[in-house]
Each structure stands twice: as C-alpha cells, then as structure tokens.
C-alpha cells in the first residue's frame, strides 16, 4: 500500500501526459470554457479521492475519462439540460468553408442535432470522434465489448442522421447543404 504523499505523486506523475486532453474534454462537453474547468476540476478532487480504489494504474487514463464522464452526467441531471461541445477555433477548422455564416448555421444545427442523444451517447460521440479514442479504448473505459461499442457508435449516427433529414425537412433546408455543413463534424 502506498503512503498518502506516494499516492499524490504517482496520481499527478499518472495525470500529467492526460492534463491537457482531459481539460479539453471536458471543456467540449460542458459547451463553455469555464464550465468545462468547474467539471475538470471537481472531477479531479473526485479522482483524487478515489484515487486508492484504482487497483492496475496501468488503466489510469479509462478510469479517469470514467469519473468525468460520470461527472458530467451528474451535472446534466442535475441542470436537466443536454449539452454539446462548443464551437472552437480548433473544431470550426473541420468545417467544410470558411465563411461565417456557414459556420454560425452549422452549430446550431449541431446543438439541434445533439438534444436527441443522451449524456452518454454525447460522451462516446465525443471520445470517438472528436478525441480519435480507439474503439478498442472505448470498450475498456465501458468494460464491453469492441462489438457493442462499434454498435452503439452505428445507434448514434444512426439517430443523429434522421434527427439531421427531420429537421431539413421541418425549415425546408437542403439535406445536401446541410449535411456537407455537419458532416464531417459528427458523422
């Protein structure tokens, strides 16, 4: 068993390589800068507390995206609002044009397209496409399977794209347009 200062130094020595990606996470997912630091830093005091349950430290970096995860999905309940990543400079480079007009409709759509998944799915879609995690790494951060994982990644693309042909044909928006504005953001 470690003592309490080991065990401070080996979470900070484990967490340093993740500080940055972690924060930036976290940022994405509560959809505002100083938000995304409240979650990264209560989800820090509670990784620090916890820190001793963590039997292989090899699974550090799963274990620690958990508890954020975790932690937003609290805070969702808690606000009973769903959320999405913000536009960021480094987010808005994906999108297809640099006028913006496009990128203004393009995140709106976005937020429009994401109140129809859960926490968790917003979580996965995040993970996956945004952070480049391997469906490998998914299956350990949610214990199961790279099958189930691969299947729920198809579930919600599968919902955000009839979510994306409902609402072009409610504004009478070109799907065509649309989905070369969204695409290669979430798809």
């Not at 967490?15 to 100083?34: F, V």
């Not at 938000?35 to 001793?52: C, E, M, P, R, S």
């Not at 959320?83 to 297809?96: C, G, N, S, Y």
């Amino acid at each position: 068993m470690l003592q309490m200062n080991e065990q401070n130094d080996l979470f900070w020595q484990l967490l340093e390589p993740e500080y940055k990606t972690a924060m930036l996470y976290c940022r994405k997912l509560m959809q505002d800068r100083e938000k995304g630091n409240d979650l990264f830093q209560d989800t820090l005091v509670i990784a620090i507390q916890k820190f001793g349950q963590l039997k292989n430290h090899d699974a550090f970096r799963p274990w620690l995206y958990q508890v954020i995860i975790n932690k937003f999905k609290s805070s969702v309940r808690v606000s009973n609002k769903r959320r999405w990543l913000p536009f960021t400079p480094e987010t808005e480079d994906i999108l297809v044009s640099d006028n913006p007009t496009n990128k203004q409709i393009a995140k709106l759509w976005i937020e429009k397209l994401f109140k129809v998944i859960s926490s968790d799915e917003q979580a996965l879609i995040v993970l996956y496409e945004m952070e480049q995690w391997s469906i490998k790494e998914l299956a350990s951060l949610h214990s199961k399977s790279e099958g189930s994982i691969k299947l729920k990644l198809f579930r919600v693309r599968k919902k955000l794209k009839k979510e994306m042909v409902r609402l072009s044909s409610d504004n009478q928006s070109s799907f065509k347009e649309l989905s070369k504005l969204v695409n290669a953001y979430v798809m």
